[in-house]
């Protein structure tokens, strides 16, 4: 069974920085398109950062553009979400994702979930 396991959230202040990472199963990784998606509480699952194939073409929510960085360690199957200049609004709880679809920008893209990973931003 493909499996997403994530790790790396955290509180942080404002203006500081995280790094999200995600580990998978080889296949899982070779085949799919790998991104971040993420839930603040009463709200819906959104889209934050993908990343395709080894030539790690990337596409970003505008909310994230110049602050976070999608990339990928293919030796260790492992994608990462770089955060920096966090603000309190991108507080919630973030989620690996794989699929088959790009732009990946959708739930409905989505193949497989990660457990999810809580990020709290403090102001």
């Known amino acids: 069974q493909d499996q997403l396991v994530e790790s790396g959230g955290g509180l942080v202040q404002a203006g500081g920085s995280l790094r999200l990472s995600c580990a998978a199963d080889?296949?899982?990784?070779?085949?799919?398109?790998m991104g971040w998606f993420r839930q603040a509480r009463e709200k819906e699952r959104e889209f934050v950062a993908a990343?395709?194939?080894?030539?790690?073409?990337?596409d970003y929510a505008d909310s994230v553009k110049g602050r976070f960085t999608i990339a990928t360690d293919n030796a260790r199957n492992t994608v990462y979400l770089e955060m920096n200049r966090l603000k309190p609004e991108d507080t919630g709880v973030y989620y690996c994702?794989?699929?088959?679809?790009?732009?990946?920008?959708?739930?409905?893209?989505?193949?497989?979930w990660g457990q999810g990973t809580q990020v709290t931003v403090s102001s």
């Open positions: 994702a794989a699929g088959t679809r790009w732009p990946m920008t959708s739930n409905q893209f989505v193949t497989y």
């Open positions: 080889g296949r899982t990784f070779s085949r799919y398109v």
């Open positions: 990343i395709m194939g080894s030539g790690g073409i990337t």
